[in-house]
């Protein structure tokens, strides 16, 4: 299998209009439009233990206040909306920007989990969310002996 590089480029493109590729090149490349079509979701880590889940999110930025964790039936959402408007008067703009930091991420729990057991702090940017898991799903340890 032939691997073909094609180029990103047409051979005459800017001669033949230069202005429209440094239009659409600056519409773009603006950041203020980038930024919104990225999607804006922390990374998560989930690991298990023999007694819990842990859920650590990355969120910096954030304070505890701004975390809403709510569990329906087997469903865990974690929520943050955070809306940041820093006026500034005297000045005549031509971009300003709001700073609007939202989003939502839901887990689905497995059967084991203890629901009045679930902890979460926040330290250092990271938010981390123990589900505890039902004595009946932890499984005792011993060592089998191979006859």
């Given amino acids: 299998?032939?691997?073909?590089?094609?180029?990103?480029?047409?051979?005459?493109?800017?001669?033949?209009?230069?202005?429209?590729?440094?239009?659409?090149?600056?519409?773009?490349?603006?950041?203020?439009?980038?930024?919104?079509?990225?999607?804006?979701?922390?990374?998560?880590?989930?690991?298990?233990?023999?007694?819990?889940?842990?859920?650590?999110?990355?969120?910096?930025?954030?304070?505890?206040?701004?975390?809403?964790?709510?569990?329906?039936?087997n469903v865990l959402t974690i929520s943050v909306e955070k809306k940041d408007e820093a006026v500034v008067e005297e000045k005549l703009y031509s971009k300003k920007e709001y700073s609007y930091t939202s989003f939502t991420r839901s887990f689905s729990l497995p059967d084991s989990v203890n629901y009045s057991n679930i902890d979460a702090s926040y330290i250092d940017g990271v938010l981390a969310v123990t589900v505890g898991k039902k004595e009946e799903a932890i499984i005792a340890k011993r060592l089998i002996e191979v006859k």
Avoid: C, H, W, Y
Wanted: aromatic share 10%.
């Fill in 1 to 73: 299998m032939a691997l073909i590089k094609f180029p990103t480029k047409t051979v005459n493109t800017d001669s033949v209009n230069p202005f429209v590729n440094s239009v659409f090149d600056n519409l773009f490349n603006d950041s203020f439009i980038t930024d919104r079509l990225v999607t804006r979701v922390p990374a998560v880590n989930i690991t298990e233990t023999q007694d819990s889940f842990s859920i650590e999110l990355a969120a910096p930025g954030l304070q505890k206040s701004d975390f809403k964790i709510n569990v329906d039936k």
